[in-house]
């Protein structure tokens, strides 16, 4: 299992204050000054064009009026899902997950939830937690680069509202990327949850919006139930069989096939749908039940 080589402040608590995220027009503008003159900690390629630094007042003030930068943002700070463990229950399958690559980005190391339910599959760990969100689109910018064949992020991290989090999900998702990320509720201090239409990447209608606790996620841009790294191996079991479908086909398949109306006393608007693996191979499953211990 090899890692994802990525640079660094992966490990950074959170973005230090004077922090930014600055995407440009084009490659040209990351040549000239002011952009060429600044000391920046990651540059992005294949996802935005940009990059990310520490800016003094008058970097800050250069760039914004500079006409080939798109946007100037701060640097937020992700957090991790509650993570397992997940109380599933699977039979003998022949479909395994083989030839799909799952980029797994978690905090709790659950390679053993995707290696159950897709053996196959090659899992690489993406080595980014609570931190920065510049060090997570690096690594989101990483895996666009290096993918190939069919791909899965699994990403059990969230942020608040985000533009350029949402910008490098997208380009990735342009890309070929099937990326199943979390709602976000479980991340959220105190423990009242949220909804997953005010966290990044989550809220995006181009990801697979992934809940594990019908209490504190919910909200119209949920997806469905179950744990990311569970719906990210349902999601390579159908990429073994259709290897060229897009994530948009992806995200249409778990949502026609879920369980639907098991869960009671959802908010208004929260799809009741939880993951139903069994759906994914034509063989069958003994068993289609996958939902996380708090659902």
């Known amino acids: 299992m090899t890692s994802l080589a990525v640079a660094a402040r992966t490990a950074a608590a959170a973005p230090a204050t004077g922090h930014y995220i600055v ?13 060429n003159r600044i000391h920046r900690d990651h540059d992005y390629h294949h996802v935005l064009t ?5 800016l003094s007042p008058a970097e800050l003030a ?35 997950g083989a030839g799909v690559t799952v980029y797994l980005a978690d905090c709790h190391d659950e390679s053993d939830v995707v290696r159950r339910v897709a053996p196959a599959a090659q ?9 920065p969100e510049s060090a997570v689109i690096a690594a989101i910018d990483e895996i666009t680069r290096q993918h190939q064949g069919p791909s899965v992020l699994s990403l059990g991290l969230s942020a608040g509202p985000s533009r350029a989090l949402d910008d490098a999900v997208a380009a990735s998702v342009t890309a070929g990327v099937v990326p199943v990320v979390s709602a976000g509720g479980t991340t959220i201090a105190g423990g009242a949850g949220g909804s997953a239409c005010g966290r990044s990447p989550g809220r995006s209608a181009a990801v697979i919006t992934v809940g594990v606790d019908a209490v504190r996620d919910f909200g119209t841009c949920l997806t469905l139930f179950a744990g990311t790294p569970l719906v990210a191996a349902a999601a390579a079991l159908y990429l073994e069989a259709h290897p060229t479908a897009p994530p948009a086909a992806v995200k249409a398949w778990l949502i026609a096939n879920a369980a639907t109306g098991v869960l009671h006393r959802l908010p208004t608007g929260t799809p009741n749908r939880v993951l139903n693996i069994r759906a994914a191979d034509a063989t069958g499953w003994r068993s289609p039940r996958v939902m996380e211990r708090s659902i």
């Open 62 to 96: 250069a760039l914004r009026t500079d006409p080939g930068v798109r946007y100037v943002v701060p640097d937020g700070a992700v957090h991790p899902d509650a993570g397992g463990p997940y109380r599933s229950d699977y039979g003998a399958s022949e479909a395994t």
């Open 123 to 131: 899992i690489v760990p993406v080595p980014v937690c609570a931190g």
């Open 23 to 35: 995407v440009l027009r084009d490659t040209a503008a990351l040549r000239r000054a002011p952009a």
């Open 50 to 54: 940009g990059f990310s630094a520490a």
